[in-house]
């Protein structure tokens, strides 16, 4: 720990000033969001999800960042959720969009979240937890929450009419395969059920605030976009469809970052790690960076990912442990290297990796490899490069 990575300079940035970091540029989450507003309607309300700790990213600094780009609505999946931007200061409005324990549903009315309802047992339970403001799920072909039945999911919206104390707010939907673009029409099959629940919804109640898409559907169809649309992955600068961002203009805003803790030789038939799941074929020379899946690097990426250091792919080889992951830097790479920063998603030189190509190696999703980075990895703020204070942008008040 004597030898901070820091007092080694960098070709091409600074010094890492952490063992692991995520390192968030909120104004790219800002940009992403002016960016998303671009593609709606004049009146269309763009409600920034930041669910699961703004995807890794951080709730506060990615809500903040967010409305700082346009967003009109937060919208998160529980209470405790909710309350961290409440006691941050922020006086949004914010959906709560999960299913709610009794517990959660006291809390998030008290902390004035809008809860998702779909059976009329729920209106009750949120005017006897004291009332709010609620909106009514309809499922049109998700099979996860909301009511199958159009008539129930009336019948919903007018027990919420005529309750005291309930406000009825909105009217949202759900999509299964908007992120899938040969989807044999199941997603629009799942826009015409909702349009036609909605449009006889309107008709007596025309201010109704009407939401189906996330983002994948939000860019794929401007008729799903409604009165609002909910994006979470977008805002964040990863392409909902597993592409590269950048075809759809979007800016990842988090690079995670480490540096060579370690350099050592490694002669042919010597081996890294448990289990020695990478033997040297050749001689040469093994960096160690002080992550691993306790960080949220997943055990699986043994011997299937790439690191940047100098701006120059070098594989990870051996499994990766707890704390550290190795790395085969070949047999020039030497002493000189320790203490260089390690880039793990993010831009080096003219080095990049994205999380979409890391979510490709362990045949997941791009939203899984940043909302599976642990706690433990530090999140540091910055806007295009000039330090953003992280404590600031967690805790300042709100300026409403
Ligand atoms: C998470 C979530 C979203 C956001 O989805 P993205 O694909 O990240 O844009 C929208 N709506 C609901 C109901 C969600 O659960």
Redesign the pocket.
Known sequence: MAERAGETPAASEGPAAERVQASVNVAAIERNCARLRAGLADGTQLCA?V?ADG?GHGAVASSRAALAGGADWL?V?GSRELCELRAAGLEVPILV?GALTQGELADTLAARGDVVVWAERQVAAVAAAGGGRVHVKLDSGMGRLGTRHPEEASAVADAADRTPGVELAGAMT?FATA?ELDDDGFFSVQLRVFERWVAALKQTRPGLLVHAA???AMLRDTAAQFDMV?????IYGMD?FGEDPAERGLEPALELRSYLADVKDCSAGESAGYGRRFVAERDTVVGVLPLGYGDGWRRNLTNACDVLIGGVRYPLVGTISMDSVTVDLGPDGGESLLGEPAVLIGLQGSGRITAEEIARRLETIN?EITCGLTPRVTRVYHRDGAPEAARAAANEPGSA
């Not at 909910?230 to 977008?234: E, L, N, P």
């Open positions: 999800v669910k995807y919208a999946a969009m759900h992120d996330n983002s994948a909910r994006c979470g992955i977008a909902p939203y």
